[in-house]
């Protein structure tokens, strides 16, 4: 597939956003001591990443005027499913911040953050499902792909959460988040590892025999009916190089789990606080190289058609 | 905790998390002599001409004058060599939406733009419902569909929706534009639910195989194999299908 920036910016962020929403829930059902100006800034932050999020999945569409129709089709469809619990994430993120000060402790500090939890993990899982119900899209069609949506949510989630109370002095907080960020940044890489080690020895269902109903052992395509490409040429292939391919997963390897381990461990052991920043700047790019990875790996059979311009 | 979650997918094998509806009682297809088809591009011409004048249309093209002409087109026809030099033969393949019995572009779509008729089982886009998020055409194994660059929606074969019914036209020509268009008759047309339609009797005599039948889509559209057929005076049973080495 070609990746669309939108749809890795949307997913990357929305992911790092629940992930610290979960951060925060978690925090405030175990009474970890945190100031309610702390718990404010992070729920605003989760809920402009979700804003931009959503912002960036409209930039994917060719008629964002219509987009309020994506809702209709959510018996049948993830992705409908998905246009309706993002928003009702965003709202219940706005509806907790508003809460905090306001509401009874029942709400604010059990009802509220239990919701965003789960609902959270529903967005989780149905943008997994959007991808991973492609039957033959063999790279998506596995359960590593729901696996991997939600640890690298909360292993991004858990950084940032950790870097925002690195910057606000929130020790207690700190404390908490700091190690859960460090095990599911490894155990995020560790799945991650094995999807992207499976994916890469799948041997696809789809030949070009099965696709043409040609049975010969030898057979080639001469022409794909068009000279200059097409909307199949453009959509489903990334272009990218080999090269590229290994260096950008050397980058996701490094950016995404190598490097922010090392800056996390650092952090934990001499307890400088800047470093758990760094840790997230550094996750960041590797995210949003990892997640466009995820896209540019996955094989669509339709590109079977499209081998040989003449 | 991996058989859990492969429960939990136990609706990944399958793109409707809903059981697909029972099939309709009319399929209209086309079915496609390979044996015939001699790769002149007719099909797709007519199809542009006739499609981006008709109520799909129009079918936008970008630079089109320029060196690298791109637009939207419904059909291809594609050539392939099959087989090892010198026995090698050169198949001309002609590619359109398949109009698939279990079609997995309409459940994923967000807002019901895509459908499939139940009258005529034609698999069909709203235009005007069609944001243009393009998860059909990821849903579609096929590459049959191709989003329109400047109206921003999907677009693909409607098998001449808006000719095969037209009572203005001459029965014999309500037929879909490529099939009209086909100078060596390679393209049939007919309900594939119709025992004893031109296109179920075609598929049944001459072996008509669908695409891709590993992802069980159960395409109306089938293909007829190309028959290596004896010379005259020949013993016919010395014809036999392409690539298979034997006698049918």
């Given at each position: 597939?070609?990746?669309?920036?939108?749809?890795?910016a949307?997913?990357?962020?929305?992911?790092?956003?629940q992930g610290?929403?979960?951060?925060l829930?978690?925090?405030?059902?175990?009474g970890?001591?945190?100031?309610?100006?702390?718990?404010?800034f992070?729920?605003?932050?989760?809920?402009?990443?979700?804003?931009?999020?959503?912002?960036?999945?409209?930039?994917h569409?060719?008629?964002?005027?219509?987009?309020?129709r994506?809702a209709?089709?959510?018996?049948?469809?993830?992705?409908?499913?998905?246009?309706?619990?993002?928003?009702?994430l965003?709202?219940?993120?706005?509806?907790?911040?508003?809460?905090?000060?306001?509401?009874?402790?029942?709400?604010?500090?059990?009802?509220?953050?239990l919701a965003?939890?789960?609902?959270?993990?529903?967005?989780?899982?149905?943008?997994?499902?959007?991808?991973?119900?492609?039957?033959?899209?063999e790279?998506?069609?596995?359960?590593?792909?729901?696996?991997?949506?939600?640890l690298?949510?909360?292993?991004?989630?858990?950084?940032?959460?950790?870097?925002?109370?690195?910057?606000?002095g929130?020790?207690?907080f700190?404390?908490?988040?700091?190690?859960?960020?460090?095990?599911?940044?490894?155990?995020?890489?560790?799945?991650?590892?094995?999807?992207l080690?499976?994916?890469?020895?799948?041997?696809?269902?789809?030949?070009?025999?099965s696709?043409?109903?040609?049975?010969?052992?030898?057979?080639?395509?001469?022409?794909?009916?068009?000279?200059?490409?097409?909307?199949?040429?453009?959509?489903?292939?990334?272009?990218?190089?080999?090269?590229a391919?290994?260096?950008?997963?050397?980058?996701?390897?490094v950016?995404?789990?190598?490097?922010?381990?090392?800056?996390m461990?650092?952090?934990?052991?001499?307890a400088?606080?800047?470093?758990?920043?760094?840790?997230?700047?550094?996750?960041?790019?590797?995210?949003?190289?990892d997640?466009?990875?995820?896209?540019?790996?996955?094989?669509?059979?339709?590109?079977?058609?499209?081998q040989?311009?003449? | 905790?991996?058989a859990?979650?492969?429960?939990?997918?136990?609706?990944?094998d399958?793109?409707?998390?809903?059981?697909?509806?029972?099939?309709?009682?009319?399929?209209?297809?086309?079915?496609?002599?390979?044996?015939?088809?001699?790769?002149?591009?007719?099909?797709?011409?007519?199809c542009?001409?006739?499609?981006?004048?008709?109520s799909?249309?129009?079918?936008?093209?970008?630079?089109?004058?320029?060196a690298?002409p791109?637009?939207?087109?419904?059909?291809?026809?594609?050539?392939?060599?099959?087989?090892?030099?010198?026995?090698t033969?050169?198949?001309?393949?002609?590619?359109?939406?398949?109009?698939c019995?279990?079609?997995?572009?309409v459940?994923?779509?967000?807002?019901?733009?895509?459908y499939?008729?139940?009258?005529?089982?034609?698999?069909?886009?709203?235009?005007?419902?069609?944001?243009?998020?393009?998860?059909?055409a990821?849903?579609?194994?096929?590459?049959?569909?191709?989003?329109?660059?400047?109206?921003q929606?999907?677009t693909?074969?409607t098998l001449?929706?808006d000719?095969?019914?037209?009572?203005l036209?001459?029965?014999?020509?309500?037929?879909p534009?490529?099939?009209?268009?086909c100078?060596?008759?390679?393209?049939?047309?007919?309900?594939?639910?119709?025992?004893?339609?031109?296109?179920s009797?075609?598929?049944?005599?001459?072996?008509?195989?669908?695409?891709?039948?590993?992802?069980?889509?159960?395409?109306a559209?089938?293909?007829?194999?190309?028959?290596?057929?004896?010379?005259?005076g020949?013993?016919?049973?010395?014809?036999?299908?392409?690539?298979?080495?034997?006698?049918?």
């Amino acid at each position: 597939m070609n990746p669309a920036f939108s749809v890795v910016a949307f997913t990357t962020l929305a992911g790092a956003a629940q992930g610290l929403i979960v951060a925060l829930a978690l925090a405030v059902l175990g009474g970890v001591p945190m100031t309610p100006a702390f718990l404010a800034f992070g729920l605003v932050a989760a809920f402009v990443l979700l804003c931009a999020g959503l912002a960036a999945s409209f930039l994917h569409l060719g008629r964002p005027a219509r987009a309020w129709r994506a809702a209709a089709m959510w018996r049948t469809s993830w992705l409908s499913r998905e246009v309706i619990v993002l928003p009702a994430l965003i709202t219940l993120v706005a509806l907790w911040w508003l809460a905090i000060e306001a509401a009874p402790p029942v709400l604010a500090r059990l009802v509220l953050p239990l919701a965003a939890i789960a609902v959270a993990a529903l967005l989780w899982y149905c943008t997994a499902m959007i991808y991973a119900c492609l039957r033959f899209i063999e790279e998506w069609a596995q359960p590593l792909t729901l696996v991997n949506f939600v640890l690298l949510g909360i292993a991004s989630g858990f950084v940032l959460a950790s870097a925002l109370a690195a910057l606000a002095g929130e020790r207690q907080f700190l404390a908490a988040s700091g190690p859960v960020a460090i095990v599911a940044t490894l155990v995020a890489w560790a799945t991650r590892m094995a999807a992207l080690r499976r994916n890469a020895a799948i041997r696809h269902r789809s030949t070009l025999q099965s696709a043409t109903g040609i049975r010969a052992a030898r057979l080639v395509q001469t022409s794909m009916g068009m000279s200059a490409g097409s909307f199949n040429t453009r959509e489903f292939f990334h272009r990218a190089s080999q090269l590229a391919m290994r260096r950008i997963r050397l980058a996701v390897i490094v950016l995404a789990f190598a490097a922010p381990l090392v800056a996390m461990l650092l952090a934990w052991a001499t307890a400088a606080a800047p470093l758990w920043v760094v840790a997230a700047l550094l996750q960041a790019p590797g995210l949003l190289a990892d997640r466009w990875y995820f896209f540019a790996q996955a094989k669509h059979p339709q590109n079977l058609y499209y081998q040989v311009v003449s | 905790m991996i058989a859990a979650l492969k429960a939990l997918f136990g609706a990944g094998d399958t793109v409707a998390p809903t059981p697909p509806p029972p099939s309709a009682a009319k399929q209209l297809a086309l079915v496609i002599d390979l044996n015939v088809c001699v790769g002149c591009h007719a099909c797709v011409t007519s199809c542009k001409e006739w499609n981006t004048s008709g109520s799909a249309g129009p079918l936008t093209d970008q630079n089109a004058y320029g060196a690298n002409p791109t637009g939207t087109f419904f059909n291809r026809v594609q050539t392939y060599e099959a087989g090892v030099f010198p026995d090698t033969d050169t198949v001309h393949f002609p590619k359109s939406c398949l109009h698939c019995e279990d079609p997995p572009c309409v459940p994923v779509c967000p807002t019901g733009a895509s459908y499939k008729r139940k009258a005529d089982g034609i698999v069909l886009v709203d235009y005007d419902k069609c944001i243009g998020c393009k998860y059909c055409a990821w849903a579609c194994p096929y590459g049959a569909r191709e989003i329109d660059e400047e109206r921003q929606v999907m677009t693909k074969c409607t098998l001449c929706v808006d000719r095969i019914y037209d009572p203005l036209l001459a029965p014999e020509d309500r037929k879909p534009a490529c099939v009209k268009a086909c100078p060596t008759g390679a393209r049939l047309f007919g309900d594939v639910k119709d025992p004893d339609s031109e296109v179920s009797r075609a598929i049944r005599e001459r072996g008509g195989y669908a695409l891709m039948p590993e992802w069980q889509t159960s395409p109306a559209n089938q293909y007829l194999p190309r028959r290596i057929t004896a010379a005259a005076g020949e013993d016919a049973s010395e014809a036999r299908e392409l690539g298979t080495g034997r006698a049918e």
